[in-house]
Every structure is written in structure tokens, then in C-alpha cells.
């Protein structure tokens, strides 16, 4: 939930890497979809199925005048209303960060979909380590809030991040970190924890 909106057409570039991400033909459950422009992209280019949920009714209603099936649901508590296996991904695009519970929700989308897409935000970008140390809460393109306006209730570093995905028994299956851009870093590893804007994942549950 950032304020990188994108030009009339056309994705922002993290959601134009999760398209890429989604096989053809796929069942997709998108969670937070905002305004539906990554379904109506991925129903319209390759021939993906998909419901979109999303509780802000400003996007609710954008979603249906793009013609995305769109139904509005609690993420943190109303997810049982989807059965077991029923989508082949479920994408969770920067919205982790602002559910009460991420924990549970990672677990339910594990039980609703084989594949899971997860992007978020990097509190531990090296800006964010200066002006906390300046005193000052972070603040930055993906992070843009100021701290009393702010619709994140969760910070976490891609480590903090991680380690979460292993307690729930999700496998990391591909990790993108991305610059502060929104688009692909070349940096990998430990350093992407320090310099990364923040990072998408594929997930699955562990055999």
C-alpha cells in the first residue's frame, strides 16, 4: 500500500515483475488487488482467471468498471471463505505490512493456493537505518508515510521477513529484490537486506 501510482495502461514496474511471475492460464486470487490492474492485465494478456479482494471502496468500485470480479472481504479474518486449493496462485502485493495479522493470512493463502507471490516493503534499507539514527522514523518511495498516517502496522526487514516465511513452513522458491525504483536489483544475498526498497517472493509449502 504505497502511492506509486502508475500511468493510465500501464503496471508499476513491481507489478509488471509479478505478472511475469504468474503462469498462463492460472486461477489467481489477488489479495489487496486496489483498483484490479493487475488482473484485468492478466486475464487480458494471458488468459488468467481471477478474483480480486479488496475492502477500500474506491478501488472496489474501479475494479469493477474494469471489468475484474471483485469482491470485498477482511483479509485478516474472512479468508475461510475460500476453500482449500481452489486458486493456483494467490498474490499478495505490498499489503502484508498493513494486515493485523501476517502470520495468519500467509498460512491461509498456503491453504488456498498451490503458489504464493509476496511482495513488501524493506524496512531495512540502508536509508531507513540513517534517518532512524537521525532520529526520525523512515520515510522513502516505498515507505512514504509519515508515522501518524501511516496505514502500516508491520515493519520488517527481508531477514525478519524470511524468517517468518521458515516458521510457517513456506519455501522460498524464487526472491526478487527490487530498487528503490520497484525495479529488479542486481544485489543478492545478505547485502539485499541493506539495499533493497523491498523484494517480491515465490512461495510454496514445504513437502
Known sequence: MTDQTPRPGLLRPDLTLVAGLVPAGSRVLDLGCGDGALLAHLIETKGCRGTGVEREPDD???????DVPVI???????????ADGSYD?????????AVRHPGHLLT???????RLVVSMP?????RHRLRLL???MPRSKDLPYSWHDTPNLHHATLVDLEALFAELGLRIERRIPLDEDGRPSRHSGRVANLLAGAAIYVLRRKA
Open 60 to 66: 472496489v468500485l474501479a475494479a469493477i468498471a474494469a
Open 72 to 82: 470485498e472481504l477482511d483479509l485478516d479474518s474472512q479468508l475461510s471463505e475460500f
Open 89 to 97: 496462485v494467490v498474490v499478495l502485493s505490498r499489503t502484508l505490512q
Open 108 to 114: 491461509e493463502m498456503s491453504r488456498i493456493g498451490e
Open 122 to 126: 524493506n524496512f531495512g534499507l540502508w
Open 134 to 136: 537521525s532520529g526520525h
